[in-house]
């Protein structure tokens, strides 16, 4: 096992649990219902939530590190696919990395803003950070869509070339699923029945991709 494998693996878990648990934990979120309450709620604990954009760019950072280590791993089976996969999983995290700073960070100031207002002023506030968590959302769909791309040209090098077929299979029909479903969301603006089905097997893949790098690969 060589260290690059070994932080890949370690990478794709970690890069779960950032998103999955801490980044939740600190109030980051990716939908918000009642915006009024969310802008006061982030005034309330600004430090928090400014630790929570801090933690959701290192949390990019690792996603653009993971490609670049599967790509000193794995890119010698087929060079065109691992910079398929490289350069789409970089784009990915600097797509993440744009939206974080520019609407999470607008949020922020939006809501230090709100705070002090009053009347037509508050709604107007609250209009605009609706609209950009709107735009928010469209650009994290559009980061998945790079996912799907990235993640598919490296699950197929895991099944062609007999590294891993079974959890290959499983990256594709995750690709296929999540690059669809928010393609759709991206475009359209909606969502798909389909959507979470595609999350959960995406989630499966990345669990278990991660686990066979760090332990048996």
Request: glycine share 10%.
């Amino acid at each position: 096992m060589s260290i690059e494998t070994w932080l890949s693996g370690f990478l794709f878990l970690f890069i779960l649990v950032l998103y999955l648990i801490l980044l939740p934990v600190l109030g980051y979120k990716l939908e918000i219902d009642d915006m009024d309450t969310e802008l006061q709620m982030i005034d309330k604990d600004s430090k928090r939530f400014q630790v929570s954009i801090g933690l959701a760019l290192f949390h990019n950072a690792c996603v653009i590190m993971l490609a670049i280590m599967l790509f000193i791993a794995f890119g010698a089976y087929n060079p065109i696919l691992g910079m398929v996969w490289t350069i789409f999983r970089i784009g990915e995290g600097l797509i993440l990395s744009y939206n974080d700073i520019k609407n999470y960070g607008g949020l922020l100031n939006m809501a230090r803003k709100y705070s002090g207002a009053s009347g037509a002023e508050k709604t107007s506030l609250s209009d605009l950070a609706r609209t950009m968590t709107k735009t928010k959302s469209s650009l994290f769909a559009f980061a998945m869509i790079f996912w799907s791309i990235g993640s598919l040209a490296f699950s197929i090098v895991l099944v062609a070339y007999g590294v891993n077929p079974i959890v290959g299979w499983i990256g594709i029909v995750a690709s296929v699923l999540v690059g669809f479903s928010d393609g759709i969301l991206f475009v359209k603006h909606k969502k798909v029945i389909f959507e979470s089905i595609g999350g959960l097997v995406a989630l499966l893949f990345e669990v278990l991709i991660g686990v066979w790098l760090l332990f048996f690969a």
